[in-house]
């Protein structure tokens, strides 16, 4: 939800600055500073919670931790993945009046690794032998 939600504030600013309404530049680039300074928020928490995780012993990988391969229900991963998708077009499609706005998917792509991190399931990590681990075969 809080991915939609941003997506809405970021849209309801850039595009109308971008097609004209001069008078939201401002609010614009602030909007979007704040939400990619959110965004570096998130992904510290979702790391560091990702790291706990893998120590724990999941076996952990970033297509399954941030794009959700594997990791999530297929209707939470469309809805992530899909506003994701969005704030880089509107991003890139306003970037001509609002340079910030391309940092912006970094928050919508934030929250599908602090979704992956906290409810994402994975596989346990094999233990690997003591004899692979010297890297060969003794």
């Not at 309801?12 to 609010?27: K, M």
């Amino acid at each position: 939800m809080a991915s939609w939600v941003t997506l809405g504030v970021f849209s309801a600013v850039a595009i109308p600055d971008a097609l004209g309404a001069h008078a939201l530049s401002t609010a614009a680039a602030v909007v979007s500073l704040a939400l990619f300074l959110a965004s570096i928020v998130i992904w510290l928490y979702a790391f560091a919670y990702v790291l706990v995780r893998s120590a724990r012993g999941d076996d952990i990988a970033v297509s399954s931790w941030v794009f959700l391969a594997g990791s999530a229900p297929s209707d939470v991963r469309r809805h992530l993945l899909l506003a994701t998708a969005l704030s880089v077009v509107i991003g890139f499609a306003t970037a001509w009046a609002n340079a910030f706005g391309v940092l912006v998917p970094m928050l919508q792509l934030g929250f599908c690794a602090l979704w992956g991190a906290r409810h994402g399931t994975y596989p346990a990590r094999r233990a690997v032998s003591p004899q692979a681990a010297r890297g060969g075969r003794g």
